[in-house]
């Protein structure tokens, strides 16, 4: 499985990104889906998860109210609209994909090479 994302950038605080991961390799409609960040200096950190079909969700509480995580199975895309972005959300965020476990805790077996959203202050 290949995973590319894209849609970073520079933002100021409260504004919005929508972040994008396009898949290829595997059908995609088989595949959990979930965004982490890592921060400098710090450890990578799940930021949100969707089920197969799309209609089930999970985030982590910093984020939960301000971003929404949604996906595509006909495009074999991935999004994370990110709204009211905080200093706090900078971060290389990376787009995985998951075969056979759910959220936060599941094993992620394919990952993408991430990027680079800022957020200034």
């Known amino acids: 499985v290949q995973l590319q994302a894209s849609g970073g950038g520079l933002v100021q605080a409260g504004g919005s990104l929508r972040l994008s991961c396009a898949a290829s390799?595997?059908?995609?409609?088989?595949?959990?889906m979930a965004w982490f960040r890592q921060a400098p200096g710090k450890e990578r950190e799940f930021v949100a998860a969707?089920?197969?079909?799309?209609?089930?969700?999970q985030y982590a509480d910093s984020v939960k109210g301000r971003f929404t995580i949604s996906r595509d199975n006909g495009q074999n895309t991935l999004a994370l609209q990110m709204n009211s972005l905080k200093a706090e959300d900078t971060a290389v965020y990376s787009c995985?994909?998951?075969?056979?476990?759910?959220?936060?805790?599941?094993?992620?077996?394919?990952w993408g090479q991430g990027t680079q959203v800022t957020v200034s202050s």
């Open positions: 995985a994909a998951s075969l056979k476990g759910w959220g936060r805790f599941a094993e992620y077996d394919f």
């Open positions: 390799g595997h059908t995609f409609s088989m595949l959990v």
């Open positions: 969707i089920s197969y079909s799309g209609g089930v969700t």
